[in-house]
């Protein structure tokens, strides 16, 4: 099995070894990399889709730490709090205020702003039961953030982890998300039944 290489540009973690052993567990389980080149980019939003199962939460973590990337996801402001705080953090969680005047969306912009390198992670279903539509946060981060969107595939029927190109939101929201929805289908998620067959 192939894993893409990752640039310096790219927020990263873990070392050889953590590289070493998930990329067994790969092995182990039959997953595999397709796809496109890893994107040589410091900041951009990575979506992953279908989500219809626990079990992308665990392919995502094989994944991820078998790239070697650090990928940053947003969790309730509560869940930071001791005792849980530390271990949120070090999973790569930046807490969001969801009751204040700043609205998630414009939290996330500014955590973009402040860093020197950073993946936004995010499902946009938003879970794994079925619905009919994707969420549009990710795409208005991208937006207004300024920086492109890599989708990501995990596809159960082939037990691949697959790249798409990067995109570049161009400011039409509807025609963008269609276009990026055309890289999924059903039979891609671990219960096709609970695939998101319509965007809002």
């Known amino acids: 099995m192939q894993v893409p290489i990752i640039s310096a540009n790219v927020a990263t973690r ?26 040589d980019c410091r900041k951009f939003v ?6 219809t199962s626990n079990w992308d939460f665990i392919v995502g973590i094989m994944a991820m730490y078998a790239l070697g990337i650090r990928g940053t996801y947003l969790g309730k402001d509560a ?8 271990l949120m953090r070090w999973l790569g969680g930046i807490p969001v205020d969801r009751s204040g005047k700043s609205d998630v969306v414009t939290q996330t912009v500014e955590a973009i702003e402040r860093s020197e390198r950073i993946i936004i992670v995010i499902a946009p279903e938003g879970t794994r039961k079925h619905t009919t539509r994707w969420r549009s946060g990710f795409y208005w981060i991208a937006q207004k953030a300024n920086v492109p969107i890599l989708p990501v595939a995990f596809d159960f029927s082939r037990k691949e982890v697959r790249l798409f190109p990067l995109f570049h939101p161009t400011g039409d929201q509807a025609a963008d998300v269609a276009k990026i929805r055309s890289h999924y289908t059903p039979d891609m998620g671990r219960f096709p039944e609970q695939f998101a067959r319509v965007s809002e």
């Open 14 to 39: 873990g070392n050889v070894l953590t590289r070493w052993f998930h990329t067994g567990l790969m092995r182990l389980t039959g997953w595999r990399f397709s796809g496109e080149v890893f994107p």
């Open 46 to 51: 990575l979506i992953v889709a279908p989500h």
């Open 79 to 86: 869940l930071f709090r001791f005792p849980l705080g530390p």
